[in-house]
């Protein structure tokens, strides 16, 4: 292994870690942000809708992007604006600087999210192992910290722009300069970093993304986001008004969940070397839905909160495995992969948490528990599209491809 792959994973480490704080910094600081700006609640969902709408069409440009742009040089530009749009939202007085700034915000997560996954997907075909998980895992980690900021600054009373502002100065400069050593994707010196293979026609640049053989991904990406977002949403309200829990006790599941996360993440690609990623995917689906039904069961707040984390064990692999599982499928086309497949992140979001209210007013929140279990479930099903794709070496584990491993993007 490499020194310029040792820095490029450590330098896109960092970048995950950093869109998990600022991430986690704007979500849970809503009520706030609401406040500042006089947003009715009724104009509200109009705001927090767009930018997941706007990170999708952030992400479709990205796909074209990447014909003519790295991808490194597409994450070294975008997560600057994020920290910057970020410190907008928090610096504001107005609606439309509110507006402006998450609408450049989502933007920007868009093709953040893309090309950061772009580059791990390119980078765990040049470990030759799986690597994708602990990206995930140190994005969670960043979670857990930018909640905690979070509440520090509610339970101080701070003002926004006091807590944006020490993390955007911290964090800013750390990830320009770590924007040096990205590995991109393309390139010419695999042969000398990882031993001279040869491209067979099969998966070369050439191919192009084939929509419907990245249909069940797709749809894997769909449901376990209209899982998290249903924990995220809707896990302190269930907790409260539905098992009877107090105001306090409610706030636990979502950080039970995010530590979960992280070390489930933590963990996965382990199993994935060992059992494979079809093993990690069919038990991560089975986990989070016996999750889901525990907590649409429980007779008390204590078992609802040993649902979530059940939700936890089981969501957190679905969605790296899913990014890795695309890459595999199109190796000549990853980038254009991932980017679609980036998209459905966000059409989970929009679609998970007025699905659950919806249900829970019409019907019941206990009801509504089972539509995230079976929508889980059908994971199971899709299962084998996370297997490795046989290449010219037999066997079907995953190799590097000279197409897709490159120099570092500081022309290492």
């Known amino acids: 292994m490499t020194e310029v792959l040792r820095r490029g994973r450590a330098s896109l480490a960092l970048s995950f870690f950093a869109q998990g704080v600022a991430f986690a910094l704007l979500v849970t600081r809503i009520p706030a942000i609401q ?5 009715s609640d009724a104009l509200l969902p109009v705001f927090l ?5 706007l990170a999708g069409v952030g992400s479709v440009a990205t796909e074209r992007l990447v014909k003519r742009i790295p991808p490194s040089r597409l994450l070294r530009w975008s997560q600057p604006v994020v920290l910057l749009a970020l410190l907008g939202v928090g610096a504001g007085d107005r609606l439309a600087v509110l507006g402006f700034a998450l609408a450049l915000f989502g933007l920007a997560v868009g093709a953040l999210d893309a090309s950061m996954n772009m580059l791990g997907v390119s980078l765990q ?14 994005y969670s980690l960043g979670g857990i910290l930018g909640a905690s900021l979070a509440w520090v600054g509610a339970h101080w009373h701070l003002a926004l722009w006091v807590s944006y502002l020490p993390v955007v100065l911290v964090l800013l400069p750390a990830v320009v300069v770590g924007s040096r050593w990205y590995v991109d994707g393309k390139g010419d010196e695999a042969e000398a970093e990882r031993g001279a293979v040869s491209e067979t026609g099969e998966g070369g640049r050439g191919q192009g993304v084939v929509f419907k053989a990245l249909l069940p991904l797709c749809l894997v990406m ?5 899982g998290d977002s249903t924990v995220s949403n809707w896990s302190a309200k269930y907790l409260q008004d539905v098992l009877g829990s107090s105001e306090q006790l409610a706030t636990v599941p979502y950080n039970v969940y995010m530590v979960t996360t992280l070390l489930g993440r933590a963990l996965g690609d382990l199993g994935v070397r060992r059992f494979g990623a079809v093993a990690v995917v069919r038990v991560g689906a089975l986990v989070a839905a016996a999750g889901f039904a525990v907590v649409a069961v429980a007779p008390g707040a204590w078992a609802g909160m040993g ?46 948490s007025p699905l659950v209210g919806a249900l829970g007013d019409a019907w019941s ?15 199971f099903v899709y299962a084998r599209s996370f297997a490795p794709q046989p ?5 079907g584990h995953e190799r590097p491809r000279t197409a897709d491993v490159g120099r570092g993007s500081n022309g290492v």
Do not use: E
């Open 125 to 138: 075909r040049a470990y030759g192992r799986s690597i994708m998980l602990s990206f995930h895992a140190v």
């Open 365 to 379: 929140y206990r009801g509504a528990m089972g539509v995230p279990m079976v929508l889980v479930l059908v994971t």
């Open 307 to 352: 649902g979530f984390t059940l939700v936890g064990l089981g969501l957190c692999v679905l969605v790296p495995q899913t990014f890795a599982a695309a890459g595999r499928l199109f190796p000549g086309a990853s980038d254009a992969a991932v980017a679609r497949l980036n998209v459905f992140n966000y059409v989970g979001f929009l679609i998970g």
């Open 222 to 226: 769909t449901f376990a986001y209209i």
């Open 391 to 395: 290449d010219r070496y037999g066997g």
């Open 35 to 39: 406040n500042r700006y006089g947003v």
């Open 49 to 53: 809708a767009a930018v997941p709408i």
